[in-house]
């Protein structure tokens, strides 16, 4: 029996959780874990739309506002270790109750207008975001059978659609309730947590029984693979803190637009970046990893600077462009991981995470110290120019599927 979804607890039911997989791809499965994933990454996703509002409120520059999503990173440093775990027992509550806890959380930015107390609100929020995106790529690519890219699309896809949804979500809730009143939102958190327990309480996260397990099997690959990655994820991430971070900043800086408009080019972008995340992940399945990547990393430079020097209404066609192009090679450097890595999946997109989110709090701060030292501008042009040198990169990657 390979089905993990079983209507009992029992012996039986355990012993089916940790079978082999067929290679099948659960489609019901992948659908509701990229549901948890769109609930959780909503929330998440309404600091960088809230910072002109807390930047007022704070009196602070540009570097110590971005700073406060620094704090939402720092639990990544626990990503490994969870992955280590959710390699060996099945994290599945992990992935059920952080919808509830990150929304919480995230509603609660508005209850304090203190600078200490909202970076320890964001501290536990990080912890919420770790110990849902550790286990859950792993997860999907168990469900996913041979059809990696795509799970990984589909999961990743949800989270751009999220931060597509939630900048608007969390403006309409301080139109509505205040900024002090947005705590309200955090129902519907609670609500998808609790379809989510009904949905994969019995959905294994765990690699299958056959697979080695010694770590001694795990370190050499993992250094050929994230030396690279890790060239080509700073680049990326470079840009991703400009574009994400400050893009309300910038709008409301450079372009002189009101929060609403800040938080629409949000929505543009993220919307943009749904799209690309749902196509490219599946591309790569069919044309190859490094190819897709290639492709991605070498337009996204490009389409920044059309951004950045382009005339006014070129501005949401950039914005659209860049959604589709650099936001999107998550879900094909993902795939990557897990093809490199059956047998420590959990572990491996541990680490990966834990890199990244490591790499876009420092993007972040040195982002705003560049925008507080020589303006939001000039600090969009150095992290297009960073991910430009970072192409080369994607030869050193190791080869996966036809690519090998």
Do not use: C
């Amino acid at each position: 029996m390979t089905d993990t979804v079983l209507t009992t607890p029992s012996k039986k039911a355990t012993a089916a959780q940790r079978s082999p997989r067929d290679g099948t791809f659960h489609a019901d499965q992948v659908a509701a874990i990229a549901a948890g994933h769109f609930t959780h990454d909503v929330y998440s996703a309404f600091l960088a739309p809230l910072l002109p509002l807390i930047q007022e409120r704070l009196g602070v520059g540009y570097a110590l506002t971005g700073g406060l999503s620094i704090f939402t990173q720092l639990p990544s440093l626990l990503n490994p270790f969870i992955g280590y775990l959710a390699d060996r027992v099945s994290l599945r509550y992990f992935i059920i109750l952080a919808p509830a806890v990150s929304a919480t959380l995230f509603s609660s930015l508005g209850l304090t207008s203190n600078y200490l107390t909202l970076a320890m609100l964001l501290l536990a929020a990080g912890v919420s975001i770790a110990a849902f995106h550790a286990p859950a790529p792993a997860m999907v690519g168990q469900v996913a059978g041979r059809r990696v890219g795509t799970g990984m699309s589909i999961f990743m896809a949800a989270g751009e659609l999220a931060r597509t949804v939630g900048p608007l979500v969390v403006v309409a809730g301080v139109t509505w309730f205040g900024l002090e009143g947005i705590w309200r939102l955090a129902v519907g958190g609670w609500l998808v947590s609790g379809l989510l327990y009904l949905r994969l309480r019995h959905v294994s996260a765990m690699p299958p029984p056959t697979a080695p397990t010694l770590l001694a099997h795990f370190w050499p690959q993992a250094r050929r693979v994230f030396l690279p990655l890790s060239w080509l994820m700073t680049g990326r991430l470079f840009m991703m803190a400009a574009l994400t971070t400050y893009l309300p900043l910038f709008m409301r800086d450079v372009l002189h637009t009101n929060l609403w408009l800040a938080a629409a080019s949000l929505t543009i972008l993220e919307g943009a970046g749904f799209v690309g995340a749902l196509v490219t992940g599946t591309l790569s399945d069919r044309l190859g990893r490094k190819r897709i990547l290639l492709l991605l990393f070498g337009l996204a430079p490009l389409l920044l600077l059309a951004f950045l020097f382009g005339p006014l209404w070129l501005t949401p066609v950039s914005l659209v462009l860049l959604g589709l192009v650099a936001i999107s090679p998550q879900p094909v450097m993902l795939a990557l991981v897990q093809d490199q890595f059956s047998a420590h999946r959990a572990l491996a997109n541990g680490i990966y995470l834990m890199l990244g989110f490591l790499m876009r709090a420092a993007a972040v701060w040195i982002v705003g110290f560049l925008a507080d030292r020589f303006g939001l501008h000039n600090a969009y042009l150095a992290s297009g120019l960073i991910a430009l040198v970072s192409i080369p990169a994607v030869f050193f990657l190791p080869a996966s599927g036809d690519e090998a």
